[in-house]
């Protein structure tokens, strides 16, 4: 039955540990799931800034080479011929160097060409005959570097447009349509309000920091807040407030440019000029547009000149624009990427395509979405002590619910052989009792015979009950309220001599006391009762297993060093290997024990032990050739005397 309540402990037992495993398992899986979103949207947060950041950048610097392309007068891209039919007047017309012999390094080549014309021809202000060029005293290298240039750029523009819809038969079509939808800006008052309104605009988006900090939640904690703005909505919302920011910026930027080469005169005419005459010679211009060509990309601005339309253009090096826009960002994104964005020049479905330049710019940085928490840092965190705490638990409880157990199943034994002990005594207690109380034994003798038989009986009764309540004394910590007494080792081992040998007499044996003079007559200082329990017990236990060996048992005390050493030993079969870690155990009898092996409960070695210590010494077990030996060791507390 206790072997049935002990399956079921144990199978309820695990059953709970169990459920908490799997709560903290769950619940672990819950703070990882949390602790990786936290960890990404923070990294999506830091990469979405650092990409604000670079788009900034890009775009500043973009607006700054298409900003010095629209400053540039339109008469530096015209070419002699050009120039020869809509001037009035003959000017000498000598190469412009800036853009002849020290063009910006990302550009290919300027060119032009004139709208008014059936077929029109793709010209270049850089390009001209090699007789003309000498008479001016100009290099050729560069014409002829211009001149391959060129001719490079007419197979390109010749070539069959790429558009899906199949809209333009070449890609000087394409160029053409996108030029002429560019709308001229108009002239500005300087002195009015028009050049405020560009150059200062208010922004209606109130969605800045300062809102989102009174949108988070105030009273949470500073980790909330943080979570709340690293939140991806959060995040895109800022991502659209910045692009507009660097759109307004840019057109700001651009808008001046464009209208400051509008407010000065005409480079080419002369200071003596009326304002009706340079209203008639300053070409409208309008600010440059990028297209891509295949994968070449140039930039195209219309051009209005006393009435006849053309189109000037800039076929810019890709290489150079890509390296110089990467160099400005390298140390944010040292592998980030420019790829040509293709679908709109605007970028208004992203905000990582520039907005000056038809590029979309490719971080390349998946390493900080794809930053997760390791294991350690869930072991070093909170968790790691949770499950710390509930493993310390999960064991302790463990080792205390084997211990409550096998006490239960140690008690249950111990009231069970008690039950048998105390069975035989009262059985014979009754029978001989009713028998001479009732007159049926005559005979003196038998009389005595009964009579002896009772008084065996009680002192084994007596000696039962009193083991029982020296160790329920000492479960308490009652031993160490018992005085000490100060006397010869002489005294102490006569004291319960007489008793030791009436004990060993009763099972047919005969004790032997062997002690030297010298330790005879020294003196200790030792609690006497408790000793004279522990060797009752030891002498009572040789005289019931050892009664079929030897018939004596040895007493022999001496002092090693400060200690008193007394070792009671037998003669009998000893001990066997497979029982010796059990003796000192508690109730480590069950009642079928009981029944068939000698008188007890398995308590009086547990007891002894017990006692032993409570004095501060120790009750062992020692080996012998034949028979079994328990030494006491009690410390004497007297150090210097005989």
Same mark, same amino acid.
């Given at each position: 039955?206790?072997?049935?309540?002990?399956?079921?402990?144990?199978?309820?037992?695990?059953?709970?540990?169990?459920?908490?495993?799997?709560?903290?398992?769950?619940?672990?899986?819950?703070?990882?799931?949390?602790?990786?979103?936290?960890?990404?949207?923070?990294?999506?947060?830091?990469?979405?800034?650092?990409? /604000?950041?670079?788009?900034?950048?890009?775009?500043?610097?973009?607006?700054?080479?298409?900003?010095?392309?629209?400053? /540039?007068?339109?008469?530096?891209?015209?070419?002699?011929?050009?120039?020869?039919?809509?001037?009035?007047?003959?000017?000498?017309?000598?190469?412009?160097?800036?853009?002849?012999?020290?063009?910006?390094?990302?550009?290919?080549?300027?060119?032009?060409?004139?709208?008014?014309?059936?077929?029109?021809?793709?010209?270049?202000?850089?390009?001209?005959?090699?007789?003309?060029?000498?008479?001016?005293?100009?290099?050729?290298?560069?014409?002829?570097?211009?001149?391959?240039?060129?001719?490079?750029?007419?197979?390109?523009? @010749?070539?069959?447009?790429?558009?899906?819809?199949?809209?333009?038969?070449?890609?000087?079509?394409?160029?053409?349509?996108?030029?002429?939808?560019?709308?001229?800006?108009?002239?500005?008052?300087?002195?009015?309000?028009?050049?405020?309104?560009?150059?200062?605009?208010?922004?209606?988006?109130?969605?800045?920091?300062?809102?989102?900090?009174?949108?988070?939640?105030?009273?949470?904690?500073?980790?909330?807040?943080?979570?709340?703005?690293?939140?991806?909505?959060?995040?895109?919302?800022?991502?659209?407030?910045?692009?507009?920011?660097?759109?307004?910026?840019?057109? @700001?930027?651009?808008?001046?440019?464009?209208?400051?080469?509008?407010?000065?005169?005409?480079?080419?005419?002369?200071?003596?000029?009326?304002?009706?005459? @340079?209203?008639?010679?300053?070409?409208?211009?309008?600010?440059?547009?990028?297209?891509?060509?295949?994968?070449?990309?140039?930039?195209?601005?219309?051009? /209005?000149?006393?009435?006849?339309?053309?189109?000037?253009?800039?076929?810019?090096?890709?290489?150079?624009?890509?390296?110089?826009?990467?160099?400005?960002?390298?140390?944010?994104?040292?592998?980030?990427?420019?790829?040509?964005?293709?679908?709109?020049?605007?970028?208004?479905?992203?905000?990582?395509?520039?907005?000056?330049?038809?590029?979309?710019?490719?971080?390349?940085?998946?390493?900080?979405?794809?930053?997760?928490?390791?294991?350690?840092?869930?072991?070093?965190?909170?968790?790691?002590?949770?499950?710390?705490?509930?493993?310390?638990?999960?064991?302790?409880?463990?080792?205390?619910? /084997?211990?409550?157990?096998?006490?239960?199943?140690?008690?249950?034994?111990?009231?069970?052989?008690?039950?048998?002990?105390?069975?035989?005594?009262?059985?014979?207690?009754?029978?001989?009792?009713?028998?001479?109380?009732?007159?049926?034994?005559?005979?003196?003798?038998?009389?005595?015979?009964?009579?002896?038989?009772?008084?065996?009986?009680?002192?084994?009764?007596?000696?039962?009950?009193?083991?029982?309540?020296?160790?329920?004394?000492?479960?308490?910590?009652?031993?160490?309220?018992?005085?000490s007494e100060e006397l010869s080792l002489r005294d102490l081992i006569e004291r319960s001599t007489d008793r030791l040998e009436n004990r060993a007499l009763g099972a047919g044996m005969k004790l032997q006391v062997q002690m030297s003079e010298f330790d005879a007559a020294r003196r200790i200082l030792v609690n006497t009762t408790t000793v004279e329990q522990i060797l009752f017990n030891l002498v009572d236990n040789a005289a019931k297993y050892a009664c079929d060996g030897g018939k004596v048992i040895s007493v022999t005390a001496e002092f090693h060093k400060h200690n008193l050493r007394i070792a009671v030993c037998d003669?009998?079969?000893?001990?066997?290997?497979?029982?010796?870690?059990?003796?000192?155990?508690?109730?480590?009898?069950?009642?079928?024990?009981?029944?068939?092996?000698?008188?007890?409960?398995?308590?009086?070695?547990?007891?002894?032990? @017990?006692?032993?210590?409570?004095?501060?010494g120790d009750l062992v077990y020692e080996k012998i050739d034949k028979g079994a030996c328990f030494v006491l060791k009690v410390p004497s507390n007297l150090k210097n005397n005989r």
């Open positions: 039955m206790m072997g049935n309540r002990t399956w079921l402990i144990w199978l309820v037992a695990s059953a709970c540990s169990a459920v908490v495993l799997l709560a903290m398992s769950v619940v672990t899986l819950r703070f990882v799931e949390q602790s990786n979103d936290t960890v990404r949207q923070g990294a999506d947060a830091y990469l979405e800034e650092r990409v /604000r950041l670079a788009m900034w950048r890009l775009d500043t610097l973009a607006t700054s080479i298409v900003g010095t392309e629209d400053a /540039r007068p339109a008469e530096e891209l015209f070419t002699k011929d050009y120039r020869d039919k809509v001037q009035s007047q003959a000017i000498d017309f000598v190469p412009v160097a800036s853009i002849y012999a020290k063009a910006p390094a990302y550009i290919n080549i300027y060119w032009s060409v004139d709208l008014g014309q059936k077929q029109p021809e793709v010209l270049s202000p850089q390009v001209y005959e090699e007789t003309y060029l000498v008479g001016h005293r100009v290099s050729l290298a560069a014409n002829h570097k211009y001149s391959k240039k060129l001719e490079r750029l007419n197979e390109l523009l @010749r070539a069959p447009a790429g558009d899906k819809k199949g809209e333009f038969e070449s890609n000087l079509d394409l160029v053409c349509m996108t030029c002429l939808v560019l709308p001229f800006p108009k002239a500005l008052d300087v002195e009015g309000g028009d050049q405020a309104q560009v150059l200062v605009q208010k922004d209606d988006n109130n969605f800045s920091l300062d809102y989102l900090n009174k949108q988070a939640p105030t009273k949470q904690k500073n980790s909330k807040v943080v979570q709340y703005k690293n939140a991806p909505e959060v995040q895109q919302k800022i991502s659209k407030v910045e692009k507009s920011k660097r759109q307004k910026s840019v057109e @700001r930027l651009a808008g001046n440019v464009v209208n400051y080469s509008q407010w000065n005169a005409n480079p080419l005419q002369s200071q003596s000029e009326s304002n009706a005459d @340079r209203q008639v010679f300053t070409p409208e211009m309008t600010a440059f547009a990028p297209v891509w060509i295949e994968d070449e990309l140039v930039l195209v601005r219309r051009v /209005r000149v006393m009435g006849r339309e053309m189109l000037q253009g800039i076929w810019l090096k890709k290489q150079e624009i890509v390296k110089q826009l990467l160099d400005e960002v390298s140390d944010l994104f040292p592998t980030a990427n420019l790829e040509p964005y293709l679908d709109k020049i605007d970028g208004s479905t992203t905000e990582n395509v520039m907005l000056k330049l038809p590029f979309i710019l490719i971080p390349q940085q998946h390493s900080y979405s794809s930053v997760d928490v390791s294991a350690r840092d869930v072991v070093d965190g909170p968790i790691g002590f949770a499950w710390l705490g509930v493993g310390f638990a999960l064991v302790a409880g463990f080792f205390m619910l /084997r211990g409550v157990i096998k006490m239960s199943e140690r008690r249950a034994a111990f009231v069970s052989s008690v039950t048998h002990e105390l069975r035989t005594p009262l059985t014979t207690f009754r029978l001989y009792s009713d028998m001479l109380s009732s007159g049926l034994v005559k005979e003196p003798i038998t009389q005595q015979k009964y009579l002896e038989t009772l008084r065996t009986e009680s002192e084994r009764l007596t000696h039962l009950v009193e083991n029982v309540l020296s160790y329920s004394q000492i479960e308490r910590g009652g031993v160490a309220s018992k005085k003669q009998g079969q000893g001990v066997c290997r497979g029982q010796r870690g059990r003796l000192f155990k508690p109730f480590h009898k069950t009642s079928e024990q009981a029944a068939s092996t000698k008188p007890g409960v398995g308590l009086g070695l547990a007891l002894c032990r @017990r006692l032993a210590r409570a004095m501060k």
